[in-house]
């Protein structure tokens, strides 16, 4: 373990970019260190820290806190401290400026610690992708392992581009709301503009999103509750265990039930806070809910929210402005002002189904039009053409109603979703049937109240109950299709799968809470293999946020009590992009408590055939009357109010549709999807989805460190690390991984990782090269028919040194510049191209070189130093180009939304003040960018005899 002293000069080889980094404090197991040039703090393990010493050489110009430069002469270690000498002075190593260029490639060379031309290539190569991956306009979108839903990317696209974005999403049930939010968070971590990230989600939906985010998102975060919390302040008594890591999901009632944890939370500080379920925080003008109050302070503390909530129009008035009140608490500062706000935009929405639609444009749509644009642009705006019509459109939209803060896509509006075809079996009992009806209300029972304490072992009698033999009916009557099962808990899951497996010799999958992930991985993909398990057992819990759109017939073996409940049973088949009809089978015995279930949902909501609404009220009306009915469902009196009740129900559920429609904000829905953004994406997501340069280098570089890629299918391998690396891939398990390239398989296989350049296994494969030595300096010999000499193939990087949080990425990422010199320092990089040096160096000793002094001392660095001024003039040009791409985006959006501002007041100051912020630290940053010398390799040309 190395020993660090206040005022040393390191680097960081994970960060080169950061600079000169200075020692600031060190304790027993700690260091802490500055990087004055990107105003960056860094604590590393000493053991552990990815630091380089920084000892400059005799010949090498530093440059001190003043600016003044001072050419070494002489090095000297005084103590820990180095000082440098010059001609008539000399410089402490604390002394030193940040701006001194920090570069150990040469001294690897005349070291003669060289690597392969073959490993050069690879490091140039990953310079090269590294910089394609960070400029791709889908930069932070490929990595997710869903099917390309043109809505969900738009959306994903839209609130991702913004500053500090705040939003409420509240698409209708199945078209992915929880989807969408995960492709915001992806994207703004994998472009670093967020690092920290609290999800607060019901305590029944939080494995559900760790799946999710975990399974099509590679995104680990971690579940905090109260045992983690204490098990954290019992090595940390001191410190807050928000702080631990940086991905954290929890329940908002944990927080809403402790002070004290509520507050560490707060002053974690997050980048981003998400709140799924956002419609369960009460608030109204007289009473304030707990949970309401700690997603508000957390709100207020944090500048990125995202909001899932069902559909605004069934919430209410007051509801809704709770919800638009976190997002913007500046501007609904009043409800009874809010409720008076004119809504005015139904015209707007009628002029915009016109341009799209190509109908004729009337005088009074032109007045319209000049209402919110100038005379003169709408009179030389020629409305047949295409283009202008769309230009239109999208200022109108920009400019009209709560589209900044609110996104609302349709059943009615979107293609895709499949047909619910309901099959409900009512089943008789002759014989025992007191004794059935006693056994299913037991069951029943248990299955409301499982939590309780009181409740003991449950009891089942599968082997005999008429709802398994219908099941074992139905597998052999439409074998060899796939069947989904879904029941209450785990217990029955087991069950089932005792009872099913004795009476039949056929396989059988389970999917439960207390799987493993990964046994549960295997499960899922057993279940999808086409020549395995024909059916599938799924407990409540152990199928959330898996994706089983490849079954197309759905049994409930029992049917839940809530509506949404069940609702997130049929979602598991029922999603856009599902290519058939759903069949939902509900077997029941007529006179047990599931009777009284399945006949209200069935009768009074229609909730088995077509997708529901409004859960929630749905219960808060119902389900205390539906609960009493399931008591005594056998009792003539009792079937009378069932019948009264399913009238009701079907009364108030027409009319809730009714309202649904009339209060439909057509224009909210026009704003919420753009489909030509949408369809402009899916091109070029579809396109890196079949470039086949992440699998060219990532097949290199398993074959460098010896990682064994056995092939299973097309683009699809089994990957093992090599017997001596088991740890250079942190992210290949000892047992191995399954990997593909394809979309598609692996979407279809929960087994399968997908792997994009946004994947960790990219990434990660990209910042070993980069943080370490590898391939860094080479010597190899050319063959030529020309004339023998000397060439230097030098890899320089154009690099900015600031804050990730604002994506500079965007404008000018790290920017690798390839120059190739001869020994009189002449640029000759045309004449030398990659794939000629790939093609035809060959590695060989460089010892007999460094031999002669000249080599050493004169020649070389002066090659080196020819290179260096024209890699700065070129990197002076990208300065200018980035400066010109970042006034250009911001520019234009800070103008955009200063116009909007006039007529749109979702539009937040604070917003416009983030986006001009951020343009002058980005003007700053750019014009600070420096070249950094990252790699060479000399080449000698032999000429060749043949």
Same mark, same amino acid.
């Given at each position: 373990? %190395? ?7 390191? #680097?960081?080889?994970g ?74 002075t000399?410089?402490?190593e604390? =002394?030193?400026?940040? @701006? ?16 392969t ?62 989807? %969408? ?5 992806q994207?703004?971590?994998?472009? @670093? ?37 204490e ?37 974690? @500080?997050?980048?981003?806070?998400v ?5 369960? +925080? ?67 929405a ?38 202008s019509?769309h ?24 293609s895709?979703?499949p ?22 209300t ?38 060899p ?55 599938l ?61 399945v ?8 909730a ?6 409004g ?46 429609a ?30 086949k ?22 683009? #699809? ?14 992210t290949?398990?000892?047992?191995? !991984? ?34 370490? #030595?590898?391939?860094s300096?080479?010597?190899?010999i ?7 000499? +000397?060439?230097?193939?030098? !890899?320089?990087?154009?690099?900015t040194?600031?804050? =990730? ?9 790290? #920017? ?18 990659? =794939? ?14 460094l ?12 090659m ?47 917003e416009?003040e983030?986006?001009? %912020? ?23 040309? %032999?000429?060749?005899?043949?």
């Open positions: 373990m %190395e020993d660090f002293f206040p005022n040393q000069r390191y #680097t960081s080889s960060e080169p970019e950061l600079g000169m980094g200075i020692v600031l404090e060190v304790s027993k197991d700690k260091v802490q260190i500055h990087f004055p040039v990107a105003d960056e703090m860094r604590l590393y393990a000493k053991e552990s820290a990815p630091l380089n010493r920084i000892i400059f050489k005799v010949g090498d110009t530093i440059i001190d806190h003043q600016g003044q430069s001072m050419l070494i002469e002489k090095v000297q270690l005084e103590g820990n401290i180095y000082v440098y000498f010059g001609k008539d000399n410089m402490l604390a =002394e030193i400026g940040a @701006g001194t260029a920090t570069t150990n490639v040469d001294d690897r060379l005349f070291m003669g610690d060289i690597d031309p073959e490993m050069f290539a690879l490091r140039r190569e990953t310079l090269y992708n590294d910089y394609q991956r960070k400029i791709s306009p889908v930069h932070g979108f490929v990595g997710g392992k869903i099917d390309l839903i043109p809505h969900q990317l738009y959306i994903a696209h839209e609130v991702s581009s913004r500053f500090a974005p705040r939003v409420l999403l509240s698409d209708q049930v199945g078209l992915g709301k929880t989807i %969408e939010a995960c492709l915001i968070l994207r703004l971590l994998v472009t @670093g503009r967020i690092s920290r990230v609290l999800i607060l989600v019901p305590e029944s939906l939080i494995h559900q999103w760790f799946v999710e985010v975990l399974r099509k998102f590679n995104l680990w975060f971690n579940i905090f509750d109260e045992e983690r919390c098990s954290l302040e019992e090595s940390a008594p001191e410190g807050n265990p928000f702080l631990d890591n940086q991905l954290i999901i929890c329940s908002t009632e944990f927080l809403a039930g402790s002070r004290k944890r509520a507050s560490q939370a707060i002053k974690a @500080g997050w980048d981003m806070l709140v799924d379920e956002a419609h369960h +925080l009460e608030w109204s003008v007289d009473e304030v809910s707990p949970e309401y109050s700690i997603v508000d302070l957390l709100s207020q503390a944090t500048e990125g929210l995202l909001l899932l909530t069902a559909t605004p129009e069934q919430l209410g008035v007051e509801s809704h402005f709770a919800r638009l009140r976190l997002l913007d608490p500046n501007r609904y500062t009043n409800f009874e002002d809010f409720k008076n706000e004119p809504e005015g935009n139904k015209d707007i009628d002029l915009v189904e016109k341009l799209s639609s190509g109908a004729d444009i009337k005088p009074k749509d032109k007045k319209l039009s000049e209402s919110t644009f100038s005379k003169e642009r709408i009179a030389a705006l020629d409305f047949k053409n295409e283009t019509r230009n239109l459109i999208e200022d109108l939209l920009d400019q009209h109603g709560p589209g900044r803060v609110l996104f609302r896509n349709t059943r009615q509006a979107m895709g979703f047909k619910r075809i309901a099959h409900v079996v009512p089943l008789q009992i002759e014989k025992d049937h007191n004794l059935w009806i006693e056994r299913l037991n069951e029943f029972s248990y299955d409301m109240n499982r939590d309780a304490e009181e409740n003991g072992e449950q009891e089942f009698w599968f082997n005999k109950d008429p709802r398994v033999k219908w099941v074992l009916t139905k597998m052999e009557e439409i074998y299709e796939k069947i989904l099962l879904i029941c209450s808990t785990k217990e029955k899951v087991l069950a089932l799968e005792a009872a099913i497996s004795k009476a039949i010799n056929l396989n059988v999958g389970v999917f439960h809470e207390d799987l493993s992930l990964v046994q549960r991985d295997k499960n899922a993909a057993w279940f999808a293999d086409h020549d395995s398990a024909q059916i057992l799924c407990s409540e819990i152990g199928s959330e946020g898996r994706n089983f759109q490849f079954a197309h017939h759905l049994i409930l073996f029992d049917v839940p009590f809530h509506p949404e409940l069940l609702e997130q049973r049929i979602g598991r088949l029922d999603r856009i992009g599902q290519k058939n009809d759903i069949n939902i089978h509900i077997p029941y015995i007529v006179g047990s408590p599931q009777s009284s279930i006949r209200w949902f069935h009768e009074g909501l229609n088995f055939n077509t997708n529901l609404e859960g929630d009220n749905i219960s808060r009306l119902f389900s205390d009357r539906l609960l009493n009915i399931t008591k005594n469902p056998s009792i003539e009196e009792v079937n009378s109010e069932l019948e009264k009740l399913i009238k009701e129900t079907a009364d108030f559920q027409k009319e809730l549709k009714k309202n649904l009339e209060g439909r904000d057509k224009l909210l829905e026009m704003n919420s999807f753009r489909p030509k953004v949408a369809e402009k994406l899916i091109k070029q997501i579809k396109a890196e989805d079949k470039d340069a992440l699998e060219n280098y990532l097949t290199k570089v398993f074959h460098h460190f010896d990682v064994e890629m056995e092939d299973l299918a097309a683009r #699809t391998y089994l990957l093992h690390p090599g017997a001596f690396n088991a740890d250079v891939f942190p290949i398990p000892q047992e191995g !991984i399954q990997v593909t390239f394809d979309r598609k398989r692996a979407i279809s296989r929960d087994d399968i990782s997908f792997l994009s350049w946004d994947h960790p296994m990219a990434t990660g494969a990209i910042d070993m090269v980069m943080s370490s #030595t590898f391939g300096a080479s010597f190899g050319l063959k030529s028919s020309g004339s023998s000499g +000397l060439l230097l193939e030098l !890899i320089f990087v154009l690099e040194a600031g804050k =990730e949080s604002i994506d500079i990425d965007r404008f000018l990422p790290h #920017t690798p510049i390839r120059i190739v010199v001869d020994h009189t320092g002449k640029e000759v990089t045309d004449l030398y191209s990659i =794939e000629l040096l790939n093609k035809n160096l060959i590695p060989s000793r460089i010892d007999a070189l031999e002669n002094d000249a080599f050493v001392d004169i020649l070389i660095p002066n080196i130093s020819s290179a260096t001024e024209i890699a700065k003039d070129l990197g002076d040009k990208e300065i200018e180009k980035g400066l010109k791409r970042m006034k250009l985006k911001l520019n234009h959006e800070i103008d955009r939304l200063t116009s909007l501002q006039e007529k749109n007041q979702h539009i937040r100051p604070d416009i983030t986006a001009m %912020e951020e343009r002058n630290t980005l003007s700053a940053i750019i014009n600070k960018a420096r070249v950094r010398l990252d790699a060479l390799q000399l080449i000698r040309k %032999e000429k060749n005899n043949v």
